[in-house]
């Protein structure tokens, strides 16, 4: 296989990473002709290329990522993995995502082997949430469908989306896991800056993603609808946070997201 940023036109093809050593892995995305790389595209792939260096027998329970600077996304992606550690119970890996201009995305993820335990949802589903069949598709280029609830004149940070990624992703865990990854950069960054002065006016604004971190509760399906409720935490040092969480459509609390978020008016 040869990655092309032609070929990719739908998620499954994203997530085909090309491996041109031992360790090492090509990725490409859609030109969209946006200039920078969608961030769920990096944090996806490098994800990927992770978990092909794992067992089966190990599911990711949760990564951490750094945006180092913005992807160009005319460019492949090489990711880079190192093998921090092979344990019985729990795996560590670290990748490195790189382009022509150096290392864009820092990623440590850790997988876990399936252990028994108690299984306590504390968090519940939001009440009175309008089903997705009863939504309109908000217009995108990326790979999913998404719904977004309205919440009438409500100033606080906050939004709640359905998503789901467009098309049957197959039975792999760590496949779904790795569009979750995807899904869960929609949103967040505009949420975690609503409190600021300039929010709404994003042509007025430097936004950037700083980071992103997302926790597997539960298995789950990317390709089936996936309701993401979140809120912002507030804005210091031209640094907004949010986090969302994740159910399935019928209330399971699949996962936990969380990002910061740059935001400071454009200088002259």
């Not at 490195?96 to 150096?102: E, L, M, S, T």
């Not at 440590?108 to 009440?127: C, K, M, N």
């Not at 039975?171 to 960054?189: F, G, Q």
């Amino acid at each position: 296989m040869s990655v092309s940023i032609h070929s990719v036109d739908s998620l499954r093809t994203l997530l085909e990473l090309e491996q041109v050593k031992p360790d090492a892995f090509l990725g490409a995305g859609p030109n969209l002709g946006w200039g920078r790389i969608y961030g769920g595209q990096v944090v996806s792939q490098a994800l990927r290329a992770a978990g092909l260096t794992v067992s089966a027998s190990h599911r990711v329970h949760s990564f951490h990522a750094y945006f180092v600077r913005a992807g160009v996304e005319t460019e492949t992606v090489l990711y880079e993995v190192e093998r921090v550690r092979d344990g019985k119970s729990f795996t560590t890996r670290q990748v490195v995502a790189y382009q022509a201009g150096g290392a864009v995305l820092n990623l440590i993820a850790s997988f876990q082997a399936d252990e028994e335990g108690e299984d306590v949802q504390s968090r519940l589903f939001p009440h009175a949430t309008p089903s997705p069949d009863r939504l309109e598709s908000m217009p995108t280029d990326l790979f999913f469908d998404h719904r977004f609830v309205r919440h009438g004149n409500d100033p606080s940070p906050r939004a709640t989306s359905w998503l789901k990624v467009i098309g049957d992703l197959g039975d792999d865990p760590m496949v779904h896991a790795c569009a979750l990854a995807y899904l869960s950069d929609e949103d967040l960054l505009g949420v975690a800056l609503l409190p600021h002065s300039l929010a709404g006016d994003w042509d007025s604004m430097m936004n950037a993603s700083l980071d992103h971190a997302v926790w597997f509760h539960r298995p789950v399906r990317a390709d089936q609808w996936l309701l993401f409720d979140l809120e912002g935490s507030g804005i210091a040092n031209a640094r907004g946070h949010a986090f969302a969480r994740v159910f399935t459509a019928d209330g399971l609390h699949v996962a936990t997201v969380a990002q910061e978020g740059l935001g400071r008016a454009r200088r002259e």
